[in-house]
């Protein structure tokens, strides 16, 4: 019963919630590419990483908090949960897919990140028990054909190993991103102010990093390669503060309320699409041939896990004596179902 009046009251999935939803993917595949370029003329990837939180956690404050209407004993219940996701699901990925893109190309740093989606699947496993069915295991051992031709293993040319370990460690917080959002049977924090929330721990930790000397910091102001020119440096800078991140996050919590957590989710995917194309049209970035079909089997891979895990639990159990615990012996179906 819960679960239907929930579907009730959720707008039907129409054109404005996948319009978000692919918004959301579009301007998040745009941050490895304004990434790079800064990287490339001398940031650091804990700087980029420390300044798109921080003006994002700006930009959010004003939301978050007249979403919280004075509410704060919500934040101080949902502490531990902010704070994991704040250092895993934000800082975590961030800053290893950024430390990523500084070694390897953008569209495989990202395809090596998605492979957080088959992590949940593991966890859900050895943590909960949550067995995968057979076409999230067929979906996995795909995943993993395609990871290998991505890495392009038995060819000349090499994949720097240490921007596979920064990309196979933003997969981890991409995977805890996906645990973290499913929730609990604890009251959950309003969308916006999570995220919101999550900034402001991310920029703290990283900021107490950098004043601490933990973690280097250098910025530039010289001109960045973008667009196959030289720009000034505060044009990727405002696209990744604001084009990916400020824009993708107000727009994935609307798509996310109009499709629900998975299904955008799902959408989301297309990122890896977007990134690779932004990539390539901004940077110059393309991937060879061998690269595009691990890709496209990473992909293949990934929505087959999905779609495993978006099959409602109760179809692979035997329904008889359930069904007949809940309708009873002599009730019509036309009944049962008003």
Do not use: C
Not at 59 to 83: K, Y
Not at 312 to 337: C, K
């Amino acid at each position: 019963m819960t679960f239907s009046r929930t579907r009730a009251r959720r707008p039907a999935p129409g054109g404005a919630g996948l319009a978000l939803a692919i918004l959301a993917a579009a301007t998040f595949g745009t941050s490895g590419t304004f990434a790079t370029a800064l990287i490339g003329a001398g940031w650091s990837p804990g700087a980029a990483v420390l300044t798109r939180m921080a003006v994002a956690a700006l930009i959010l404050t004003g939301p978050a908090v007249a979403r919280l209407r004075g509410q704060w004993d919500l934040l101080r219940r949902g502490a531990g949960r902010v704070t994991a996701y704040g250092l895993f699901a934000v800082t975590a990925a961030q800053f290893g897919y950024f430390n990523a893109v500084a070694r390897i190309p953008v569209g495989v740093a990202l395809l090596l990140e998605y492979l957080g989606v088959v992590l949940v699947v593991g966890w859900l496993w050895l943590r909960h028990g949550q067995r995968p069915r057979r076409l999230t295991l067929i979906g996995g051992a795909v995943a993993l054909a395609g990871l290998a031709m991505v890495l392009n293993l038995s060819g000349p040319a090499r994949i720097d190993p240490v921007g596979v370990i920064w990309a196979l460690l933003a997969a981890v917080g991409l995977a805890t991103f996906f645990v973290l959002s499913a929730g609990s049977g604890e009251e959950p924090l309003p969308a916006i102010v999570m995220a919101w929330a999550g900034m402001v721990v991310g920029t703290t930790v990283l900021a107490a990093a950098a004043w601490t000397g933990a973690l280097r910091m250098t910025a530039s102001t010289r001109d960045v390669h973008l667009l196959g020119q030289r720009v000034s440096w505060v044009v990727p800078l405002l696209g990744l503060s604001l084009v990916a991140a400020v824009i993708p996050y107000v727009a994935g919590i609307g798509a996310a309320r109009r499709l629900g957590a998975k299904l955008a989710s799902f959408i989301g995917m297309a990122e890896v699409l977007f990134a690779i194309l932004f990539a390539w049209l901004l940077l110059g970035q393309l991937p060879a041939r061998a690269q595009f079909l691990g890709g496209a089997l990473i992909l293949a891979g990934v929505a087959m896990v999905r779609l495993g895990e978006l099959r409602p639990p109760g179809l692979s159990a035997r329904p008889g004596p359930v069904r007949a615990a809940r309708a009873g012996p002599s009730r019509p179906a036309a009944q049962t179902r008003r």
